[in-house]
């Protein structure tokens, strides 16, 4: 009889001690798309690209949300933004860089990620940022 994913994944995150199996799939739920929320293989884990609310129009709102969502998919995996090993950040407008870089340095603590920040045309649902990260359980 095989075990669905997501149950062996509960099973070994309410467990500390318990082995991980080889890759595990967290689903995305209200998804734009076909992928998987998070993926864990070992101790690494990848969560794929978040995006933010748009809230009165403020960037910076924006950009904390963004943070907040990718915060709430690592701590289903029971991991922090200090587990963080890398980030990929999608900006629409690199006339926001610095803007970011104020609210990225506030969230994420010293020594902070690899990180690599890509100017894109657009984002899905008209998203001004999206954060894509690798994580690593201790």
Do not use: H
Request: hydrophobic share 45%.
């Amino acid at each position: 009889m095989k075990i669905p994913a997501l149950l062996v994944a509960a099973a070994c995150l309410s467990l500390p001690a318990c082995q991980a199996p080889d890759r595990v799939a967290l689903p995305a739920e209200g998804a734009v798309g076909p992928y998987s929320a998070a993926v864990s293989s070992g101790d690494l884990c990848f969560v794929s690209g978040r995006i933010g609310k748009k809230r009165d129009g403020s960037f910076a709102e924006e950009a904390e949300s963004c943070i907040d969502s990718v915060e709430g998919e690592l701590s289903r995996l029971g991991l922090t933004l200090a587990d963080v090993l890398s980030a990929t950040v999608f900006l629409v407008d690199m006339e926001r860089y610095q803007e970011f870089n104020g609210i990225y340095s506030r969230r994420f603590s010293d020594p902070y990620p690899a990180r690599a920040c890509i100017a894109v045309r657009e984002l899905p649902v008209g998203a001004r940022v999206e954060i894509q990260v690798v994580a690593r359980r201790r």
